[in-house]
């Protein structure tokens, strides 16, 4: 996009999430004059973006997310290599593939998966966005193999699955750095305030009412007084310090009731979590929970019982019934919604288009069916039912 295509537009971004910071970041380096409303404060941790995982796998995601979302995913990937550049506060990224493994009783849980993955790619192979991408994946892995590409492996499980590429991102770092840029860049940022009227070209607080070109709503589950079919999708994460424990890259684990991930971080930081729960309850982790992600991590490595617990994390993230992100648009305002589990892998391409859009009101033909005027919306959803 040209770096001058929205210069001096006026922007209010109403959500201060992971894909609000994108949003204000990105459009206030294109020129335009940006307000960001969030009722958080500026550390945003009531947001999904402070509790997610940061996991940027779209093969991975295929197990149970629609094509177009690894299509988004793997746009998403070289966008997030940009964005890191462009921030001041230093950031850890890392695209070193993902390693999926299974203890002996698990075996046939894994092929499935491997089955499932080879079945969908295959149906894939005419897409120019999946490349060569197929022929790089390392379907079974032996012990030796497993072992080069993360030693401390090799004693626990005997075959793997190894996807080159995906990444991970630390959100933490990210969120802070966003938070930053955006300062830096001069974002008006109304933190601590409750949107309460969202209109074409307006924003209320039930006290004062702000005037914009355009108006974006990513407020995620705060924004379902106006988009009632929002629904939430728990998500529980454990951090913890583990010295003893030295991976590279993220580590999926068939597990009987939820595929588990171990993601790890700097200095022998990892998160430990679950995919998503069909649940809207925000109490705290459970001990059923705490005792299957701890345990569970402990049959990957032995270290981890030696390792210190940071911290028990819960939220509940955006989704539609269909799972996937919508973007609504009309006259002076954009509504994006629905991200799920997704967010960190492709908002830096939703924050594109949009950005593209907001030009030239244009829309590329592969994303189209992301997109939808709010009149649509409502019509689709009344024939639905």
Request: aromatic share 8%; hydrophobic share 40%.
């Amino acid at each position: 996009m040209n770096s001058q295509s929205l210069q001096n537009q006026t922007i209010g971004i109403v959500g201060a999430g992971l894909l609000g910071r994108l949003l204000a970041f990105s459009f206030r380096r294109q020129g335009a004059q940006v307000t960001l409303f969030d009722r958080d404060d500026r550390r945003g941790a009531r947001s999904c973006g402070y509790t997610g995982a940061g996991m940027l796998a779209p093969v991975s995601e295929l197990e149970s997310a629609e094509p177009a979302i690894a299509r988004l995913g793997f746009a998403s990937l070289p966008l997030w290599e940009v964005l890191v550049s462009q921030l001041e506060n230093p950031v850890f990224f890392s695209r070193l593939g993902t390693l999926i493994v299974a203890h002996h009783l698990d075996m046939p849980d894994l092929q499935r998966f491997a089955r499932m993955l080879q079945g969908k790619l295959a149906g894939l192979s005419e897409n120019e966005w999946l490349g060569d991408l197929e022929k790089n994946i390392h379907w079974q892995l032996s012990r030796l193999e497993l072992t080069a590409l993360e030693p401390q492996l090799g004693e626990q499980f005997q075959q793997g699955l190894y996807i080159p590429d995906e990444g991970q991102i630390d959100n933490r770092q990210l969120m802070i750095a966003l938070e930053q840029g955006i300062l830096t860049h001069a974002v008006e940022w109304r933190c601590n305030t409750e949107v309460r009227d969202i209109q074409p070209h307006q924003v209320g607080d039930g006290f004062s009412t702000w005037q914009f070109d355009w108006v974006i709503d990513c407020r995620g589950l705060g924004a379902r007084p106006d988009w009632d079919r929002v629904r939430g999708v728990r998500g529980e994460i454990i951090r913890v310090h583990a010295p003893e424990v030295s991976m590279s890259r993220p580590i999926r684990l068939m597990h009987p009731r939820y595929p588990l991930y171990i993601t790890p971080r700097e200095n022998h930081h990892y998160l430990i979590g679950a995919t998503a729960i069909e649940s809207e309850d925000l109490r705290p982790m459970t001990m059923r929970s705490a005792l299957e992600l701890l345990s569970a991590a402990y049959a990957v490595h032995s270290g981890f019982a030696e390792a210190s617990i940071l911290e028990m994390s819960v939220n509940c993230r955006p989704a539609l019934p269909d799972n996937m992100p919508q973007i609504q648009v009309e006259d002076g305002l954009i509504r994006i919604n629905g991200l799920y589990r997704h967010g960190f892998l492709i908002s830096p391409k939703l924050v594109e288009l949009v950005g593209d859009y907001l030009a030239n009101q244009t829309i590329p033909a592969e994303y189209s069916s992301l997109f939808l005027h709010a009149h649509m919306e409502e019509a689709a959803y009344a024939t639905a039912n």
